[in-house]
């Protein structure tokens, strides 16, 4: 069966601190990929897909950025925090086989940027 | 992308059925309807999905109207640990597949 892991399940960090957060996928082969956030009392917001392994797309502009290492690792990284930073970080995944399947969320990353 | 639209919330007495509804007048032909809830605290959670006709599966029915342009999400029912806030999303082929969250459906279920 397929699964998905995410850590750190917490983290706080200072202003200006690096960052890098873990996406893995078991089970699959050549998923496609995702990152949102959800900032604190909002809704799920994409971050970055990825449909391959070095294929990486932005939805949205900011200080973040992501890497696809091996077909199942997805890590979001930035070089120096901010304070709008701080939210809920998910990973997820669907097959690569078309549209007709369900995505699968890993527990989360709650990042504090202090 | 399609939008669509959900009421901000409603309430239900457990052990009773629950309907929830969506709109979406703009689906295109390709667009498939996905329904996720997320509980406080927790990544979203897939309930159910389709395209065209009503789908059923353990933890949820999924009707869809003719047209296409609404959709129900029928809980049959409703306990406790329903309570949470339920997506309705058009899955289309924009930004690699990726899912467009909106606001949701926040779900009180009261004994």
């Known amino acids: 069966s397929q699964t998905i892991h995410q850590w750190p399940a917490t983290l706080v960090q200072p202003v200006g601190s690096p960052l890098s957060l873990e996406c893995t996928v078991e089970?699959?082969?050549?998923?496609?990929l995702y990152w949102y956030r959800q900032a604190a009392g909002r809704g799920l917001q994409l971050l970055f897909y990825?449909?391959?392994?070095?294929?990486i797309s932005s939805e949205v502009p900011q200080n973040l950025s992501a890497s696809r290492p091996q077909d199942r690792q997805f890590i979001l990284s930035s070089k120096k925090l901010l304070l709008s930073d701080s939210g809920f970080y998910l990973c997820a995944w669907t097959p690569d086989r078309g549209t007709n399947y369900g995505y699968t969320f890993g527990s989360g990353t709650r990042l504090t940027v202090v | 992308d399609a939008k669509t639209t959900q009421p901000n919330s409603m309430e239900s007495n457990e052990e009773e059925p629950v309907h929830l509804p969506c709109n979406h007048s703009t689906i295109s032909g390709t667009d498939y309807i996905h329904w996720y809830r997320q509980l406080p605290s927790q990544g979203p959670e897939y309930v159910i999905h389709g395209l065209t006709s009503n789908v059923n599966n353990r933890m949820a029915s999924l009707a869809i109207a003719e047209d296409r342009k609404s959709s129900t999400l029928i809980l049959h029912r409703a306990t406790l640990r329903d309570a949470a806030v339920y997506y309705c999303i058009l899955r289309g082929s924009n930004s690699g597949y990726a899912l467009n969250f909106g606001k949701g459906t926040s779900l009180l279920v009261t004994p």
């Open positions: 990825s449909v391959g392994i070095g294929q």
């Open positions: 089970g699959t082969s050549n998923p496609n």
